[in-house]
Protein backbone atom coordinates (compact mmCIF):
# COMPACT_ATOMS: atom_id res chain seq x y z
CA UNK A 1 0.00 0.00 0.00
CA UNK A 2 1.55 3.78 -1.19
CA UNK A 3 1.66 5.89 1.88
CA UNK A 4 1.17 9.43 2.00
CA UNK A 5 3.24 11.04 -0.78
CA UNK A 6 4.28 14.92 0.31
CA UNK A 7 6.40 17.44 -2.28
CA UNK A 8 8.41 19.14 -2.42
CA UNK A 9 10.92 17.14 0.31
CA UNK A 10 13.04 20.41 0.37
CA UNK A 11 12.53 24.27 -0.22
CA UNK A 12 14.59 27.23 0.39
CA UNK A 13 12.63 30.74 0.05
CA UNK A 14 13.82 34.12 1.24
CA UNK A 15 11.18 36.05 3.41
CA UNK A 16 8.02 37.60 1.88
CA UNK A 17 8.22 35.01 -1.02
CA UNK A 18 5.18 32.80 -2.15
CA UNK A 19 5.75 28.36 -1.32
CA UNK A 20 3.17 25.94 -1.92
CA UNK A 21 3.59 21.96 -0.66
CA UNK A 22 1.12 19.26 -2.22
CA UNK A 23 -0.07 16.37 -0.62
CA UNK A 24 -1.34 12.67 -1.53
CA UNK A 25 -3.12 10.64 0.69
CA UNK A 26 -3.43 7.14 0.81
CA UNK A 27 -5.96 6.45 -2.00
CA UNK A 28 -9.32 6.32 0.25
CA UNK A 29 -8.81 8.35 3.09
CA UNK A 30 -11.15 10.74 3.58
CA UNK A 31 -9.60 12.59 6.45
CA UNK A 32 -6.16 14.82 5.67
CA UNK A 33 -4.38 17.20 8.10
CA UNK A 34 -1.80 19.76 7.56
CA UNK A 35 0.82 20.17 10.82
CA UNK A 36 3.80 22.58 11.18
CA UNK A 37 6.40 20.94 13.20
CA UNK A 38 8.51 23.79 14.08
CA UNK A 39 12.21 22.73 15.40
CA UNK A 40 12.42 21.54 18.91
CA UNK A 41 8.40 20.97 19.51
CA UNK A 42 5.97 18.88 18.57
CA UNK A 43 3.61 18.80 15.32
CA UNK A 44 0.66 21.38 15.57
CA UNK A 45 -2.67 20.82 13.60
CA UNK A 46 -2.92 23.85 11.08
CA UNK A 47 -6.07 21.85 9.16
CA UNK A 48 -8.15 19.05 9.02
CA UNK A 49 -10.23 18.38 5.78
CA UNK A 50 -13.52 16.12 5.03
CA UNK A 51 -13.73 14.74 1.59
CA UNK A 52 -13.58 18.49 0.65
CA UNK A 53 -14.44 20.16 3.04
CA UNK A 54 -12.63 22.25 6.21
CA UNK A 55 -13.66 20.40 9.31
CA UNK A 56 -10.92 22.69 11.59
CA UNK A 57 -8.73 25.96 10.65
CA UNK A 58 -8.64 27.62 14.20
CA UNK A 59 -5.11 27.52 13.94
CA UNK A 60 -4.16 28.01 10.64
CA UNK A 61 -2.86 31.70 10.30
CA UNK A 62 -5.28 32.65 7.26
CA UNK A 63 -3.94 36.09 6.81
CA UNK A 64 -1.21 34.31 5.18
CA UNK A 65 -1.86 30.27 5.35
CA UNK A 66 -4.34 28.83 2.68
CA UNK A 67 -5.12 25.28 2.05
CA UNK A 68 -7.35 23.47 -0.33
CA UNK A 69 -8.40 19.93 -1.37
CA UNK A 70 -10.61 20.84 -4.27
CA UNK A 71 -11.77 17.24 -5.20
CA UNK A 72 -11.40 15.44 -1.85
CA UNK A 73 -7.83 13.81 -2.88
CA UNK A 74 -4.97 15.71 -3.20
CA UNK A 75 -3.76 18.91 -1.26
CA UNK A 76 -2.10 22.09 -1.26
CA UNK A 77 -0.65 24.07 1.56
CA UNK A 78 0.30 27.61 0.98
CA UNK A 79 1.91 30.42 2.25
CA UNK A 80 1.75 34.12 1.32
CA UNK A 81 3.93 35.98 2.13
CA UNK A 82 6.57 33.81 3.74
CA UNK A 83 7.80 35.00 7.31
CA UNK A 84 11.19 33.43 9.37
CA UNK A 85 9.10 32.03 11.82
CA UNK A 86 7.44 29.95 9.17
CA UNK A 87 10.34 28.16 8.93
CA UNK A 88 9.40 24.54 10.14
CA UNK A 89 8.93 20.90 8.60
CA UNK A 90 5.09 20.57 7.20
CA UNK A 91 3.87 17.48 7.91
CA UNK A 92 0.10 16.17 5.99
CA UNK A 93 -1.78 12.95 7.48
CA UNK A 94 -4.79 11.03 6.40
CA UNK A 95 -6.86 8.54 7.72
CA UNK A 96 -10.49 6.86 6.77
CA UNK A 97 -12.45 8.66 8.85
CA UNK A 98 -11.94 11.36 11.04
CA UNK A 99 -13.18 9.63 14.48
CA UNK A 100 -10.80 9.38 17.47
CA UNK A 101 -10.04 5.40 16.74
CA UNK A 102 -9.45 5.88 12.99
CA UNK A 103 -5.41 4.92 12.97
CA UNK A 104 -3.33 7.92 11.23
CA UNK A 105 -0.78 7.50 8.42
CA UNK A 106 2.15 10.11 8.31
CA UNK A 107 3.89 11.72 4.99
CA UNK A 108 7.90 12.24 5.43
CA UNK A 109 7.06 16.18 5.01
CA UNK A 110 8.20 19.18 3.74
CA UNK A 111 11.04 21.22 5.26
CA UNK A 112 10.83 24.64 4.63
CA UNK A 113 13.85 27.35 5.53
CA UNK A 114 12.77 31.20 5.24
CA UNK A 115 15.88 33.32 4.77
CA UNK B 1 -6.76 23.49 28.60
CA UNK B 2 -5.61 20.70 27.87
CA UNK B 3 -1.22 20.24 27.37
CA UNK B 4 1.58 17.80 27.41
CA UNK B 5 5.14 17.66 29.33
CA UNK B 6 7.54 15.34 28.27
CA UNK B 7 10.57 15.65 30.68
CA UNK B 8 14.18 15.32 29.18
CA UNK B 9 14.24 16.84 25.63
CA UNK B 10 17.11 13.86 25.14
CA UNK B 11 17.61 10.40 26.87
CA UNK B 12 20.47 8.06 26.30
CA UNK B 13 20.80 4.52 27.00
CA UNK B 14 22.67 1.48 26.29
CA UNK B 15 21.67 -1.25 24.09
CA UNK B 16 19.73 -4.09 26.38
CA UNK B 17 18.89 -1.13 28.87
CA UNK B 18 15.56 -0.34 30.17
CA UNK B 19 13.86 2.93 28.18
CA UNK B 20 11.51 4.79 30.32
CA UNK B 21 10.59 8.04 28.54
CA UNK B 22 8.19 10.31 31.02
CA UNK B 23 5.19 12.54 29.54
CA UNK B 24 2.83 13.89 32.27
CA UNK B 25 -0.68 15.56 30.83
CA UNK B 26 -3.02 17.93 31.93
CA UNK B 27 -6.60 17.76 31.02
CA UNK B 28 -10.17 19.24 31.83
CA UNK B 29 -11.80 16.23 30.12
CA UNK B 30 -10.95 11.99 30.89
CA UNK B 31 -7.87 12.22 28.33
CA UNK B 32 -7.08 10.48 25.52
CA UNK B 33 -3.32 9.58 25.38
CA UNK B 34 -0.88 8.51 22.78
CA UNK B 35 2.55 7.74 22.09
CA UNK B 36 4.09 8.52 18.57
CA UNK B 37 7.62 7.48 17.12
CA UNK B 38 9.48 9.62 14.89
CA UNK B 39 12.53 8.23 12.45
CA UNK B 40 14.95 10.09 10.83
CA UNK B 41 13.41 12.06 7.61
CA UNK B 42 9.91 9.84 8.24
CA UNK B 43 6.83 10.51 9.57
CA UNK B 44 5.12 9.80 13.05
CA UNK B 45 4.33 6.78 13.80
CA UNK B 46 1.71 5.65 16.13
CA UNK B 47 3.31 3.51 19.08
CA UNK B 48 0.00 3.03 21.04
CA UNK B 49 -2.81 4.88 22.72
CA UNK B 50 -4.84 5.17 25.71
CA UNK B 51 -8.43 5.46 25.87
CA UNK B 52 -9.95 4.60 29.17
CA UNK B 53 -9.62 0.84 28.86
CA UNK B 54 -6.54 -0.89 30.32
CA UNK B 55 -4.69 1.37 32.40
CA UNK B 56 -1.37 -0.62 31.03
CA UNK B 57 -1.12 0.01 26.86
CA UNK B 58 1.09 -2.57 24.82
CA UNK B 59 1.98 -1.07 21.46
CA UNK B 60 4.44 -1.96 18.89
CA UNK B 61 8.12 -2.73 19.16
CA UNK B 62 7.94 -3.99 22.58
CA UNK B 63 7.01 -0.62 24.09
CA UNK B 64 3.65 -0.47 26.76
CA UNK B 65 2.63 2.57 28.67
CA UNK B 66 0.83 2.97 31.79
CA UNK B 67 -2.08 5.38 32.87
CA UNK B 68 -1.73 7.24 36.21
CA UNK B 69 -4.59 9.38 36.88
CA UNK B 70 -3.32 10.20 40.53
CA UNK B 71 0.22 10.89 38.99
CA UNK B 72 -1.58 12.90 35.57
CA UNK B 73 1.28 10.57 34.14
CA UNK B 74 1.46 8.50 30.67
CA UNK B 75 5.50 7.24 30.90
CA UNK B 76 6.46 5.42 27.69
CA UNK B 77 8.82 2.01 28.87
CA UNK B 78 10.85 -0.87 27.44
CA UNK B 79 12.47 -3.25 29.01
CA UNK B 80 15.23 -3.67 26.86
CA UNK B 81 16.82 -1.08 24.56
CA UNK B 82 17.30 -2.01 21.06
CA UNK B 83 19.53 -0.10 18.65
CA UNK B 84 16.73 0.93 16.26
CA UNK B 85 14.45 2.47 19.01
CA UNK B 86 16.64 5.77 18.33
CA UNK B 87 14.19 7.79 17.18
CA UNK B 88 12.47 11.30 18.67
CA UNK B 89 8.93 10.23 21.05
CA UNK B 90 6.17 12.66 21.50
CA UNK B 91 3.14 12.53 23.60
CA UNK B 92 0.34 13.68 23.18
CA UNK B 93 -3.35 14.16 24.34
CA UNK B 94 -6.81 14.66 22.33
CA UNK B 95 -8.27 17.55 23.95
CA UNK B 96 -11.65 16.80 23.22
CA UNK B 97 -11.26 13.01 24.70
CA UNK B 98 -14.10 10.66 23.25
CA UNK B 99 -15.36 12.03 20.22
CA UNK B 100 -12.52 14.15 18.90
CA UNK B 101 -10.92 13.08 15.39
CA UNK B 102 -7.74 11.67 16.63
CA UNK B 103 -5.67 14.07 14.10
CA UNK B 104 -6.42 16.69 16.32
CA UNK B 105 -3.92 16.23 19.06
CA UNK B 106 -1.85 18.36 21.40
CA UNK B 107 1.98 17.21 20.99
CA UNK B 108 4.35 17.58 23.49
CA UNK B 109 7.65 18.61 22.22
CA UNK B 110 9.72 15.57 22.18
CA UNK B 111 12.69 13.80 23.36
CA UNK B 112 15.10 12.65 21.54
CA UNK B 113 16.16 8.24 22.04
CA UNK B 114 19.86 7.62 21.97
CA UNK B 115 21.01 3.97 22.29
CA UNK B 116 24.60 3.60 22.48
CA UNK B 117 25.94 0.00 21.87
Known amino acids: EAGVAQSPRYKIIEKRQSVAFWCNPISGHATLYWYQQILGQGPKLLIQFQNNGVVDDSQLPKDRFSAERLKGVDSTLKIQPAKLEDSAVYLCASSLGAGWNEKLFFGSGTQLSVL | AQSVTQLGSHVSVSEGALVLLRCNYS??????LFWYVQYPNQGLQLLLK??????LVKGINGFEAEFKKSETSFHLTKPSAHMSDAAEYFC???????????????FGKGTKLSVKP
Open chain 2, 27 to 32: SSVPPY
Open chain 2, 50 to 55: YTSAAT
Open chain 2, 92 to 106: AVNPRGYGGSQGNLI
